[in-house]
Nanobody, 119 residues
Framework: QVQLVESGGGLVQAGGSLRLSCAGS????????MGWYRQAPGKQRELVAT???????NYADSVKGRFTISRDNAQNRVYLQMNSLKPEDTALYYC?????????????WGQGTQVTVSS
């Protein structure tokens, strides 16, 4: 069992920056992806960015060039540096880790951290 705990959310003005962190406890086995998803009120949860244990990253078009995802495999941590924030980035941000290996099946979520961007 892996527990994910997010931190770093808060209130920021448009154009500002925040850095989200997610710490995973327990062992994470095999080839996997850690990532960030977000859900705004009244909307479905959407992918923000993911990064595999090999370092391959993927971003939503809406955040490309503004957000950067990174991870520390040894510490089971993933980070999201968010720059040039916009009011439409306001959402509850969730950390996720899931297996990409056929040898393991897991898909864990954190409780979320709120990001609010004021105009």
């Amino acid at each position: 069992q892996v527990q994910l705990v997010e931190s770093g959310g808060g209130l920021v003005q448009a154009g500002g920056s925040l850095r989200l962190s997610c710490a995973g406890s327990g062992r994470i086995f095999g080839f996997n992806a850690m990532g960030w998803y977000r859900q705004a009120p009244g909307k479905q949860r959407e992918l923000v960015a993911t990064i595999t244990s090999r370092g391959e990253s993927n971003y939503a078009d809406s955040v490309k060039g503004r957000f950067t995802i990174s991870r520390d495999n040894a510490q089971n941590r993933v980070y999201l540096q968010m720059n040039s924030l916009k009011p439409e980035d306001t959402a509850l941000y969730y950390c996720n880790v899931r297996s990409l290996s056929p040898l393991f099946t897991y898909d864990y979520w954190g409780q979320g951290t709120q990001v609010t961007v004021s105009s």
